[in-house]
């Protein structure tokens, strides 16, 4: 008996072992399989910018030297919002964060994973560090001391520092940045800092060679690389009697931000840090930097600067939302000393609203820990580059934080909006159990459940349908009046922040006019008309078919120069092209701020529409224009505007999206993607389709009927397999459900659909499929 039960005990254990074994071959296959495809998919890097490692010139030699695979994405939790860091194992076991202890353990969690994917590891500090005076001076009343520190294997470590010391005996506070930032340290000199100034920058760095010295023992990248010989300058500074240790700053600009918030996350030293526009890698989280929101993408930075980050990172290009950790975590592990997250909210690379985003993760952060005034964020206008008003309040932030005097913060969020903060302001209260629920199937099933089979019974459905569009788009005030015919004229005089941005220009054969306050769009708003021009700048042709190009999430730029190309050819081919930015986008953020303490029952999404309502009223008034042959196409955000409208204004002769939409109702948090909670809570599009979370089936319209309400109308919709914030089977679903009701007009020709295998983006492929198919209705036509 004990032998027959020790048998099935060794069968049943030698069966659980073959399916683990099974699994895991089931695993690394996957992974295999994933990475051959990433690499048809995925740019090349640019040889002229410096080898990916020490050891490899490109990516696919560091694949190649390491083995390394991508993460089984399917054993990685989605967390497509931004991972929550007060909460262990998330996507697991999600323990909240309540004690000490459990900080702690989140703190070193954060760090182990932060170094595995982004920074790489680094040596411990070195016990063997020495000063080297190189020369000493006085300028005026200040002492300049340049130092060469040395340490590590043979003291063949170098790091040079000078130090711009005040008149006095001190103890002083320290103002730390890059050597190509020593105008900021001249600054905060007259401000009663040392000034230290390492040599950890482009215009010099000798922390390049570290490399040499610890790879691959330690795999630092040269963004962590340069961070960790911020940490050897704070070493220096500790050993000198005139430094009041707990008073040191630390700040640096753009790439130097990104490695001053690394250095900052791994060395408690640091009392303060402030990153200034840093934009990805820094103050931008890695998931509100994907190619929707037209910033600098992951897959941008690893290409343009392979070196800067781990190699490791380049496996999230797409799947920004299986990233186990974001730069709120990364920020979190400052808390809770001095942080400023500063950028300009119309910079080209930045994201305004993702860095908002941060700030309200990290606020949680500060508040459990108690000290929510070490906390701060600044967002200026303007672009990139920065000036001594920056720099004079980056000190003041120094100042606070430090205790030696204290300035008021104003903490200005330009995307102050919740869904809470919506109930309150509109009261709203909506029971979805009084909703009934529905599928993609019940798309065509009438009153009572019987088969609608005739257009006269669709037509009538698509009035009910349009009836619920308009309410979960929320009650338009009267207004948006049609002004009726104008005078045409270029003009280039653009609203001053559309000069900030940067606009497409016109060129030899592209004229451009812009529409400003008084030329008849919308309610007193500005837009660009894009139009093949004769030699005097006038349209060269008549009836002329349009499109009105919606942009993506690009928060801070709206429509940019970036999408030149395709405005040039769709005007090559004899379009004209009408753009705007959307209301809370470009130059058009502030009027956003307030929308909802304006308007608390309409929406956002309800005003885009609107102002595609006034494009149309404005093209169809241009003599040159076919206003029989206006088209809506765009990307992302753009393309769900475009669907909305088209759905909403027959005008539109048209629509192409890519990238626009997802089935909502079938959008569950299972599913591991934003579903409606995008419109509702993050990007405050839609709030009335806040109170179906976690309800969704009874969300009163979804995609599949506003996309049913543009048939007969040409639609063309373009949906990567890979889009990572759709399901691909509910859009392939839906799009059956769609068909279905083009085939009673006998229509079918009608519907396009694409699904590359590609990832989500608006690129040369996708921009090529949109002209192609304007081409070809427009001429069916």
């Not at 760090?111 to 005026?140: C, D, M, R, S, Y």
């Not at 007193?524 to 999430?553: C, M, Q, R, W």
């Not at 393309?639 to 626009?660: H, I, K, N, P, Y």
Request: with cysteine.
């Amino acid at each position: 008996m004990n032998n027959r039960v020790f048998f099935v005990f060794f069968m049943l254990a030698a069966m659980v072992q073959g399916v683990a074994a099974q699994s895991r071959e089931s695993d690394l296959e996957n992974r295999e399989k994933y990475l051959e495809q990433l690499l048809t998919l995925v740019q090349p890097e640019h040889p002229e910018h410096g080898r990916i490692t020490r050891l490899d010139s490109t990516w696919r030699d560091w694949l190649e030297r390491t083995g390394e695979l991508p993460p089984d994405f399917d054993r990685l939790p989605s967390l497509p919002f931004l991972p929550d860091p007060l909460v262990l194992d998330e996507g697991g076991g999600n323990v909240p964060v309540a004690t000490a202890a459990q900080w702690e353990r989140k703190r070193e969690w954060i760090k182990g994973q932060v170094k595995h994917w982004i920074t790489g590891t680094f040596p411990p500090p070195p016990n063997n560090l020495a000063a080297g005076l190189l020369a000493e001076k006085k300028e005026g009343s200040v002492t300049s001391r340049l130092v060469e520190l040395r340490f590590g294997p043979g003291r063949r470590a170098v790091l040079t520092v000078e130090l711009l010391i005040p008149p006095g005996d001190g103890p002083f506070p320290v103002f730390v940045t890059q050597w190509n930032h020593r105008g900021w340290a001249l600054v905060a000199v007259r401000r009663g800092y040392v000034g230290c100034v390492y040599a950890g920058a482009d215009a010099k760095d000798d922390t390049e060679g570290y490399a040499d010295l610890w790879y691959p023992e330690y795999d630092f990248t040269r963004l962590m690389r340069r961070a960790w010989g911020a940490h050897r300058a704070v070493d220096y500074l500790y050993s000198l009697p005139f430094v009041d240790k707990g008073r040191i700053g630390l700040t640096g600009h753009s790439r130097n931000g990104k490695q001053s918030l690394m250095a900052a996350a791994f060395d408690e030293r640091i009392a303060a840090v402030i990153s200034s526009s840093g934009g990805t890698g820094a103050e931008d989280p890695w998931r509100y930097t994907s190619e929707k929101y037209d910033n600098e993408s992951i897959s941008d930075i690893t290409t343009w600067f392979p070196f800067w980050l781990h190699p490791r990172l380049r496996f999230f290009i797409g799947r920004e939302h299986k990233l186990p950790v974001d730069q709120n975590l990364l920020m979190a592990l400052v808390a809770t000393r001095g942080l400023m997250l500063s950028s300009a909210i119309t910079e080209h690379q930045g994201n305004p609203w993702g860095i908002e985003q941060n700030y309200r993760s990290l606020s949680r952060v500060y508040g459990f820990l108690g000290e929510p005034d070490r906390l701060a964020i600044r967002l200026r206008h303007g672009r990139h580059g920065t000036s001594a008003r920056d720099i004079e309040a980056y000190v003041d932030f120094f100042d606070s934080v430090f205790g030696r005097k204290r300035f008021e913060l104003p903490n200005t969020l330009y995307y102050n909006y919740s869904f809470d903060r919506w109930r309150e302001l509109s009261r709203e209260s909506i029971d979805p159990l009084g909703y009934p629920e529905k599928g993609p199937e019940d798309l065509t099933a009438g009153a009572g459940g019987r088969r609608i089979a005739s257009v006269q019974g669709w037509e009538r459905e698509r009035q009910d349908i349009t009836g619920r569009v308009g309410w979960l788009l929320g009650e338009e005030p009267a207004g948006g009046l049609d002004p009726g015919p104008g005078e045409f004229f270029a003009s280039s005089k653009d609203d001053y922040l559309g000069g900030v941005i940067g606009r497409p220009e016109p060129g030899e054969k592209m004229g451009r006019t812009v529409i400003g306050p008084y030329r008849s769009f919308g309610d007193y708003l500005y837009g660009s008309l894009y139009y093949p021009a004769d030699t005097s700048g006038k349209p060269s042709g008549d009836n002329l078919p349009a499109v009105i190009f919606l942009h993506e999430y690009a928060y801070p730029t709206g429509f940019a120069r970036r999408i030149q190309p395709f405005f040039e050819n769709l005007v090559g081919r004899g379009f004209a092209v009408f753009a705007f930015d959307m209301i809370g986008f470009g130059t058009r953020i502030e009027e956003g701020t307030l929308f909802y303490e304006r308007y608390p029952h309409w929406s956002k999404l309800g005003r885009m529409v609107a102002d595609v309502r006034g494009a149309l009223d404005l093209l169809g008034n241009l003599e040159f224009i076919d206003s029989s042959r206006i088209y809506a196409a765009g990307y992302s955000l753009g393309a769900t505007v475009g669907l909305f409208s088209a759905a909403l204004d027959s005008r539109l002769a048209g629509a192409a999206s890519v990238c626009g939409f997802t089935p909502l109702r079938t959008a569950t948090a299972e599913k591991g993607i934003e579903g409606i909670r995008a419109f509702s809570h993050l990007h405050g599009l839609l709030p009335r389709a806040g109170f179906f979370v976690g309800q969704e089936e009874r969300l009163p319209v979804d995609f599949q009927e506003i996309l049913a309400s543009i048939a007969p109308r040409p639609l063309l919709l373009v949906a990567p397999e890979l889009d990572r914030d759709a399901c691909f089977t509910d859009v392939r679903a839906c799009m059956q459900q769609v068909s279905e009701v083009y085939g009673l007009y006998a229509a079918e020709d009608k519907l396009e659909f694409l699904a590359p295998v590609d990832f989500s983006h608006f690129d040369e492929n996708r921009q090529q499929e949109v002209i192609h198919w304007l081409e070809t209705i427009s001429v069916r036509r």
